[in-house]
T-cell receptor
Framework: GNSVTQMEGPVTLSEEAFLTINCTYT??????LFWYVQYPGEGLQLLLKATKADDKGSNKGFEATYRKETTSFHLEKGSVQVSDSAVYFCAATGTASKLTFGTGTRLQVTL | NAGVTQTPKFQVLKTGQSMTLQCAQD?????MYWYRQDPGMGLRLIYYSASEGTTDKGEVPNGYNVSRLNKREFSLRLESAAPSQTSVYFCASSSRLAGGGETQYFGPGTRLLVL
C-alpha cells in the first residue's frame, strides 16, 4: 500500500520566515497528493492539492509541486504569519480513493 | 451548506459501554469515511463507504462497526468501549476531482475518552 513520510515537528519559526515542510510518498501508480491543515480544536481542512506530475497546488500563499522523479510534495510558504500556526498533514490517494496520511507536522510561528 | 457534521463533540465512556458516533454530509457525496487521530500517528482509516449500501474495512477496524444509513449519514458504533479507543474521531466525505482522484472534506471531530 501507499505510505507518506513527512518531516517531524515541531517546526518553530519567526513571523515572516520561509517555511518548508518536506513530504515524500511511496505508491503504485500516480496518486493525487494533498496538504491538509488542522487548526487547534478543529477538523482537517484541505489546503491544496495536485493530481498529476509537475502540477503545482497553491492556496493562501502556500505552494507544493508534485515531483514524480523524487516522489515528493514539499509544502512551502515565503512568509509565514502567526495565524499559520497549525498542524499540517501530507496525504496521498490510494485504492478506492482512500487517503494515506503522514503523521503531521506542527508549525508554531512566533512574533 | 453545513458540510460534514458530527455529533457528539465530546463523550466520556466507561469501559464496556457502547455508543454511536453520528456523521452527516449535505454535499451529495457518494463516499464517506471514519478516521481516528492519535498523537504521533496521523489519521488512520477505520471504515469507509464507497456508496450507499456498501461498507469496507480500513486500516484499524477492530472494535468498531459502521452503518451507511442513507447517502447523507454514516455512523460509527463502539459496542464495548476500551481505553485503547480513546481518540479523536473524524468523519469525512469525498467528491471526485475534475482531473481524477477525490478530495475529502472533514467534520469537526468527536473527542472520546474511555475510562
Amino acid at each position: 500500500g501507499n505510505s507518506v513520510t513527512q518531516m517531524e515537528g515541531p517546526v518553530t519559526l519567526s513571523e515572516e520566515a520561509f517555511l518548508t515542510i518536506n513530504c515524500t510518498y511511496t505508491a503504485t501508480g500516480y496518486p493525487s497528493l494533498f496538504w491538509y491543515v488542522q487548526y487547534p480544536g478543529e477538523g482537517l481542512q484541505l489546503l491544496l492539492k495536485a493530481t498529476k506530475a509537475d502540477d503545482k497546488g497553491s492556496n493562501k500563499g502556500f505552494e507544493a509541486t508534485y515531483r514524480k522523479e523524487t516522489t515528493s510534495f514539499h509544502l512551502e510558504k515565503g512568509s509565514v504569519q502567526v495565524s499559520d500556526s497549525a498542524v499540517y498533514f501530507c496525504a496521498a490517494t490510494g485504492t478506492a480513493s482512500k487517503l494515506t496520511f503522514g503523521t503531521g507536522t506542527r508549525l508554531q510561528v512566533t512574533l | 451548506n453545513a458540510g460534514v457534521t458530527q455529533t457528539p463533540k465530546f463523550q466520556v465512556l466507561k469501559t464496556g459501554q457502547s455508543m454511536t458516533l453520528q456523521c452527516a454530509q449535505d454535499m451529495n457525496h457518494n463516499s464517506m469515511y471514519w478516521y481516528r487521530q492519535d498523537p504521533g500517528m496521523g489519521l488512520r482509516l477505520i471504515y469507509y463507504s464507497a456508496s450507499e449500501g456498501t461498507t469496507d474495512k480500513g486500516e484499524v477496524p477492530n472494535g468498531y462497526n459502521v452503518s451507511r444509513l442513507n447517502k447523507r449519514e454514516f455512523s460509527l458504533r463502539l459496542e464495548s468501549a476500551a481505553p485503547s479507543q480513546t481518540s479523536v474521531y473524524f468523519c469525512a466525505s469525498s467528491s471526485r476531482l475534475a482531473g481524477g482522484g477525490e478530495t475529502q472534506y472533514f467534520g469537526p471531530g468527536t473527542r472520546l475518552l474511555v475510562l
